[in-house]
């Protein structure tokens, strides 16, 4: 039996494998401000890393991290820019080009790559959450001070989606919290977590000897994470953890 090949069939099938939906690639970090104190870098859909830097007397001028994660027209930052100047750039930067309203910042411990930058956020009615131990020593210290505190974990809404804040024990210092934002599976890790191939860097108020034991722990409560943010560095995936880990094992 003679088969007989419509062109138009065929030319039809082939618009429509065309017209489904292709598979989405892995998302290309890109940073999307840049000024001479402040840096933001897209690496996902809905999360950014903030920027800015630290001068000190052992280490140089230190590129400080934080995290800015949202979901519809709200935002969560979890750490300051390291002066009110940067904070002030970045809330405004946020507003303006996001178009976010920021629902908190939560700075992860009392250093002050984490909260030195706390006061423009107060004078733009930011609300703000800390570890109860992290207020204490911001007070203990004469730093600003968060304006809500939590015991083991404080669990936000951004959008639809939770931003989950949690202590899960002493290393970089004994108010080191971890932030999760589940919709993303993307932790910032804060100063508790290495980038790769960093040294061991500032002690003067660590817990060297439970440090990798909290950091089991917190692989253990986000076996599913796929992108860690360190306080400093770049980031990375679950080899953060694992090299955190070692790096801090005394056994």
Not at 160 to 169: A, P, Q
Request: glycine share 8%.
């Amino acid at each position: 039996m003679k088969v007989i090949i419509n062109p138009l069939l065929i030319l039809l099938f082939i618009t429509t494998l065309n017209c489904r939906p292709q598979k989405q690639g892995a998302f290309i970090s890109k940073v999307v401000y840049k000024s001479d104190d402040l840096r933001i870098t897209q690496i996902t859909e809905d999360s950014f890393v903030h920027t800015s830097f630290l001068q000190t007397n052992d280490f140089g001028n230190v590129p400080c991290n934080g995290l800015i994660v949202r979901n519809g027209n709200e935002a969560i930052i979890f750490d300051t820019p390291t002066n009110d100047k940067s904070s002030e750039a970045l809330i405004q930067w946020i507003k303006e080009t996001l178009h976010c309203k920021i629902n908190a910042i939560i700075p992860t411990h009392f250093h002050i790559d984490c909260l030195a930058g706390l006061k423009a956020f107060h004078e733009n009615h930011i609300p703000s959450y800390a570890y109860f131990k992290t207020i204490a020593l911001a007070k203990e210290n004469g730093y600003v001070v968060p304006k809500n505190s939590f015991r083991d974990s404080l669990n936000l809404k951004v959008g639809d989606e939770n931003v989950i804040t949690k202590f899960f024990g002493e290393g970089h210092t004994k108010d080191n919290v971890v932030g999760y934002f589940s919709n993303e599976n993307i932790m910032f890790g804060g100063c508790l977590i290495k980038e790769l191939d960093a040294g061991k860097g500032y002690l003067g108020d660590a817990n060297v000897a439970d440090w990798s034991s909290t950091v089991e722990s917190v692989k253990k409560e986000y076996p599913n994470v796929k992108i860690i943010v360190p306080g400093h560095g770049e980031f990375g995936n679950k080899k953060l953890l694992d090299y955190t880990i070692s790096l801090f094992n005394t056994q």
